[in-house]
């Protein structure tokens, strides 16, 4: 059996560390989002591959809830003592050298498909990772000043970690991602699944950038039959992050059926949560068959369970 | 009283943490060698400059002999995890701060000068610090390979820090030094000087890229009464480092003599230890006045002694 899941970076990482539980790593492909990464202090960070990566090579912090488990921030520490502009990005020790790496490799002409394998290979991850493409493509957040009222056109990461998701959006765009091409593996990838996977993410900055890239939406609704989608909306509000601020923006209403509306065309089956199971009917008025189950990952053990259900949910 | 000190690293820094207890930080600028800077992973480094910095911050970690104190290298051995192949070069986690905001800097545009400003001025360093050059000047180590006798092109930090000097050297070449200017600032500073120190350093990889930077050279020797050194060789040895690999490489005899010889033409006085007292009559014939005493820093306490003799020293 040949998997595919798009991946943003720590639902998706907490969700596909249950799947590994019950599909052979080897039969997984995890296509990453890059329209997160930033620029900071002139190294280039990948929150979402460095996130999954880290998850499937249980190096993740679960208590932070991002980052690498024993970590510590002794060079952030000294950047901020600096007055260092980006130092507002916490970045760890062991971090650090995931993007020092990573923005060597680059500089010297890696493509960001070879950084992605290499970071991988080093946590033991057993699983494919490929990033969507080895273009840059670049989310900025259109948004207003919760307190002055100025308009402000700000990275994800400006947006959710230095300014705290406060401002009220206005919009989301993808920069550069017309001109994206898939990196090499991406459309095969997609093409050769026998299970398609959306993972509990942020349908609009997490997998939004994903499924923009030039082809790649068309190749997953090729799939429909065999796509699985997991709502990260639960009763109404995300599970985590801010999806809540940026649904609205783009005109998805914040529900389990607003989540599978930013799906539209591509979705096989679409699974919810017990607390969601009135939307249902909705939901499958508009061709989706809806598996209801508990979706929420306490541990591992929930992920996995999550799997089996999303698993046994190819048609 | 306006002190000029041309420096190397960590001889250089010791002795200087000396001056500025019996002279006003204020007073006191110091002119630093960049040739060994070398960029690891991406980063530039710059051995040097830092070393006095720390030195004069009272940041460095007198024990190890190089680095920041209290450091970790937590950074360092993960790139060694990864396989990284500029791991070889330790980097520790408080002092990679340093090296990733100078890079960010430098690709910013900012001048080798004003990244050495910024990070003294971290280290509230009161003596004022200043690249000898802004310009890209790199010291290579012609050598034979110990084992293999192959013919290698060694940067100084490869030659010294990776391969551990054992390579029989067969010269020294300072590349990019011939269309490299004197930084802002460096020249006047030379010719105002009431007193120019060279502190007991590497003549030949330390003070030598500085005293080839075009027109420096000549600027201290029209200083030449005002100009005092101190050896770094003593009893036929350097006290640190590996001087006597390098000095009968450019023909310099590895004795208090030899060292004075790669000053020809600049010194005014040469302080030289109790050790190599017999030396005094080669030396004095050279038309350079000699001075003896205990010369080696075992404290803050002797490098303070070791700079009242060099203030005393000026004619």
């Known amino acids: ?187 095969e990838a997609i093409g050769d699944a026998d299970l398609v996977v959306l993972p509990p993410s942020n349908p609009v900055v997490s997998l939004g950038p994903i499924l923009a890239v030039p082809g790649v939406r068309a190749a997953v609704g090729e799939r429909r039959p065999a796509v699985v989608g997991v709502s990260g909306i639960v009763g109404g509000a995300p599970l985590a992050g801010m999806a809540d601020k940026l649904m609205p923006a783009v005109g998805l209403e914040v529900t389990a059926a607003g989540a599978a509306a930013a799906y539209d065309g591509l979705l096989g089956s679409w699974v919810i949560d017990q607390r969601d199971r009135e939307l249902a009917g909705r939901i499958e008025a508009t061709g989706v068959r809806v598996i209801v189950t508990d979706t929420v990952m306490r541990d591992d053990d929930a992920a996995e369970r999550l799997s089996s259900v999303v698993l046994d949910a190819t048609i």
Chains 1, 2 share one sequence.
């Open 1 to 187: 059996m040949k998997i595919v899941a798009l991946a943003g970076g720590i639902g998706a990482g907490k969700f596909l560390r249950g799947m590994v539980r019950v599909a052979p790593p080897d039969a997984l492909t995890v296509i990453l989002n890059v329209a997160d990464d930033v620029v900071v202090h002139g190294l280039h960070v990948s929150p979402d591959p460095d996130s999954v990566t880290y998850w499937l090579g249980d190096a993740f912090d679960r208590e932070r809830g991002w980052g690498r488990r024993d970590e510590t921030f002794r060079a952030t520490e000294e950047l901020r003592a600096f007055g260092a502009p980006d130092a507002w990005f916490n970045l760890g020790d062991l971090d650090l050298a995931t993007h020092v790496l990573r923005s060597a490799m680059l500089r010297e002409g890696a493509t960001m498909s070879e950084v992605v394998t290499r970071v991988a290979a080093r946590f033991g991850v057993g699983a494919r990772l490929m990033p969507v493409t080895d273009d840059r493509v670049e989310t900025r957040i259109d948004a207003v000043d919760a307190r002055s009222g100025d308009r402000l056109d700000l990275s994800f990461q400006e947006y959710w970690v230095r300014r705290g998701a406060v401002d009220p959006v206005k919009g989301v765009r993808f920069v550069g991602v017309t001109d994206s091409r898939p990196a090499p593996g991406v459309l």
